[in-house]
T-cell receptor
């Protein structure tokens, strides 16, 4: 089955850029997603990218998709303390969405 | 617009007691519904999903069960809770199984 992997933890300083990475194994996805989970809350859809795109930019967020390497990344520019959360990537290659294990982003003031 | 509710928000139960968590969706018909469990800020474990009334698929064998008595209602149950059932339970819905999933606010369950 599909396997989606993320690093567990990322720490950055406020104002720096954050890059959260994700790798997947099945190249048949049509959509790839990024979700954000704040403490004690459900997952919030942050952004998504069509599999025929290489990049998508939405204000401070930039999603990059490298289909050859099966690598997805989320770049957050000018990271703020409010960006501290767990970020999940997901794809729909299987018969339903497959989620990565989540990356905890800690933003230091 | 569509909204998803979970009830209760927080629950503390003794070992061996029964459990019933409810999830309801508004603003859509015939949604696909999902129950996930998340342990202590970790990843998501898919427990059950449902593509229609009375249709439940179990992903992980355990002492939990799910039911879908109405189109937009999904219930997670247990007859006897275990300590290992503690966690954060998330309900989600989607238009189809390969579509975007939208999550509820979650229920924090502590089994003592």
């Amino acid at each position: 089955g599909e396997d989606v992997e993320q690093s567990l933890f990322l720490s950055v300083r406020e104002g720096d850029s954050s890059v959260i990475n994700c790798t997947y194994t099945d190249s048949s996805s049509t959509y790839l997603y990024w979700y954000k989970q704040e403490p004690g809350a459900g997952l919030q859809l942050l952004t998504y990218i069509f599999s025929n795109m290489d990049m998508k930019q939405d204000q401070r967020l930039t999603v990059l998709l490298n289909k050859k390497d099966k690598h997805l990344s989320l770049r957050i520019a000018d990271t703020q303390t409010g960006d501290s959360a767990i970020y999940f990537c997901a794809d729909n290659a299987g018969n339903m969405l497959t989620f990565g294990g989540g990356t905890r982003l800690m933003v230091k003031p | 617009s569509q909204t998803i509710h979970q009830w209760p928000a927080t629950l503390v139960q003794p070992v061996g007691s029964p459990l019933s968590l409810e999830c309801t969706v508004e603003g859509t018909s015939n949604p696909n519904l999902y129950w996930y469990r998340q342990a202590a800020g970790r990843g998501l474990q898919l427990l059950f999903y449902s593509v229609g009334i009375g249709q439940i698929s179990s992903e992980v064998p355990q002492n939990l069960s799910a039911s879908r008595p109405q189109d937009r209602q999904f219930i997670l149950s247990s007859k006897k809770l275990l300590l290992s059932d503690s966690g954060f339970y998330l309900c989600a819905w989607s238009v189809s199984r390969t579509d975007t999933q939208y999550f509820g606010p979650g229920t924090r369950l502590t089994v003592l």
